[in-house]
């Protein structure tokens, strides 16, 4: 047998180099019958210096993507499909309905007279409103009418259901972190018999009693924050007066995170969002964090270079910046930028960095 001749040869020492190659190779092909395999052949792409990522850099363009999504409304009814979206695939994952490894992003489209059924899931999600203005979507109990730029949130197992009692088509942009929860393959859904729950609270409860400076007596114990729906009429006047300040970061302009009223953490475990407002001409410094990021423009126009790639946008363009890569603003129009990513998740974990 070859090891026993490496051995005899070599009073047990590896033999000459010819012969230990085919004897570790014999090895492993031996251990991996037995689900084995050798670390120190792995060790530095499992363990890496920097953190690797398969995430492109990619911007999809308002233009193509409302004609596309709004073509699919004569394919097939918000009924039918359970939830009309269109998947913005990250280019480097196509078929694994990702924007980045850990998040989904998608358009959803709800024509007038149109319900999404009531549903729930492990998975939470963030909306973003991009066009349209009065569809409704109804999480735990509380209907929230929603205009464009308002931050609606859906949280883990939380009951909801869209409807468009509108003249208009509402599009918004969906972030769920159910990449993340199937990393973990820890994923529930179900559905519910009717397709439109009942409400129990009245409309703009959650921000009216949690989003004002005060908090009722008694205790919010969740993980999540009690506001479904911060609306843009609130958060927008924010960031311009902190722009109008002077209170503007160098790499992230006159920036706020949506916060949890109750903790001043962030809205999710799973997923943070901020807002920012850029003066024109800002050429922002460079930054990275292991956090890879769906922005939205909201406002403006101009362009963010990711690892010397530009990426163009105007209103509604949506991009992804990677995981550290390095990224920078740069605003020809004064803009507004909408970001989402999973900051939280990676803090909590402790595995967070930037720089
Ligand atoms: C979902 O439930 C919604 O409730 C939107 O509106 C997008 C993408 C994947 C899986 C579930 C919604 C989704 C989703």
């Known amino acids: ?22 004897i570790r190779e014999a090895y492993y092909e031996r251990i991996a019958k037995r689900d084995m395999a050798p670390l120190w052949k792995v060790m530095n792409s499992v363990v890496t210096k920097e953190p690797v990522t398969r995430c492109q850099p990619v911007v999809w363009h308002y233009n193509d993507v409302k004609s596309l999504v709004m073509e699919s409304g004569g ?36 024509l007038p007279g149109e319900v999404a059924p009531a549903h729930r899931h492990v998975a939470a999600a963030i909306r973003f409103v991009l066009d349209g203005e009065g569809a409704y979507t109804a999480v735990d109990g509380e209907k929230a009418y929603m205009s464009p730029g308002d931050f609606v949130i859906t949280a883990n197992w939380a009951p909801h259901d869209h409807g468009n009692t509108s003249k208009k088509p509402m599009l918004w942009l969906d972030v769920l972190d159910f990449p993340a929860v199937n990393f973990f393959e820890a994923s529930f859904a179900e559905s519910f018999d009717e397709p439109t729950l009942e409400t129990t609270r009245q409309n703009g409860d959650s921000l009216s009693l949690y989003g004002s400076g005060v908090l009722p007596d008694g205790a919010w114990d969740k993980s999540y924050t009690p506001v479904i729906n911060y609306t843009y009429a609130r958060t927008r006047p924010i960031v311009e007066r902190m ?26 475990p799973t997923m943070g969002a901020w807002l920012a407002m850029f003066p024109k001409g800002f050429k922002g410094e460079r930054y990275r964090a292991t956090d890879g990021t769906i922005f939205v423009c909201v406002e403006g126009q101009g362009s963010t270079t990711v690892d010397g790639k530009a990426l163009e946008w105007g209103p509604n363009d949506v991009f992804v910046v990677p995981p550290w890569k390095h990224y ?27 720089g």
């Open 1 to 22: 047998m070859a090891v026993a001749t490496a051995k005899k040869t070599n009073n047990g020492k590896p033999g000459p180099k010819h012969n230990i190659e085919a």
């Open 75 to 110: 394919l097939i009814t918000a009924e039918e499909a359970k939830r009309r979206v269109l998947i913005l695939e990250n280019p480097a994952l196509h078929g694994e309905s990702k924007a980045t490894n850990t998040l989904f992003a998608g358009i959803q489209m709800i």
């Open 243 to 268: 722009m109008a300040a002077g209170d503007i970061d160098k790499r992230h302009g006159a920036r706020v995170h949506y916060a949890n009223p109750v903790t001043g953490g962030p809205v999710l």
């Open 328 to 354: 920078s603003h740069n605003v020809a129009k004064e803009s507004i930028l909408f970001s989402i990513s999973d900051r939280p998740a990676q803090k909590a974990l402790g595995i967070w960095r930037e």
